[in-house]
Nanobody
Framework: QVQLVESGGGLVQAGGSLRLSCAAS????????MGWFRQAPGKEREFVAA????????WYADSVKGRFTISRDNAKNMVYLQMNSLKPEDTAVYYC??????????????????WGQGTQVTVSS
């Protein structure tokens, strides 16, 4: 088990940037693939990005590809989501998640065993 705490959300104008951080507790962090999901009001929680255990492989939703970058620092137990060229439709609560096996695939919420409390990102037009 890992405990996850997100930070870095806030209000930004369209076209701006934000960097989300996710701090993980525990000594087994490097054994987890990590993901970012988001949930807008009235919508399902959706996949944003994921990164493999070593950080060698990343995956992105089509809606954020080329604008967002996921990265991790296993020495610091941290995962990051750099968000550039933000759009109003990126407004949502962003959640960090950890998965031991990605049994349902990296895009599926069901693969992730542990979740943070979320951080609000609001993009104004």
């Amino acid at each position: 088990q890992v405990q996850l705490v997100e930070s870095g959300g806030g209000l930004v104008q369209a076209g701006g940037s934000l960097r989300l951080s996710c701090a993980a507790s525990g000594r087994t962090f490097r054994m987890y693939a990590m993901g970012w999901f988001r949930q807008a009001p009235g919508k399902e929680r959706e996949f944003v990005a994921a990164i493999s255990w070593t950080g060698s492989t990343t995956w992105y939703a089509d809606s954020v590809k080329g604008r967002f970058t996921i990265s991790r620092d296993n020495a610091k137990n941290m995962v990051y989501l750099q968000m550039n060229s933000l759009k109003p439709e990126d407004t949502a609560v962003y959640y960090c998640a950890a998965a031991r096996t990605l049994g349902q695939g990296q895009y599926s919420r069901e693969s992730y065993d542990n979740w943070g409390q979320g951080t609000q990102v609001t993009v104004s037009s």
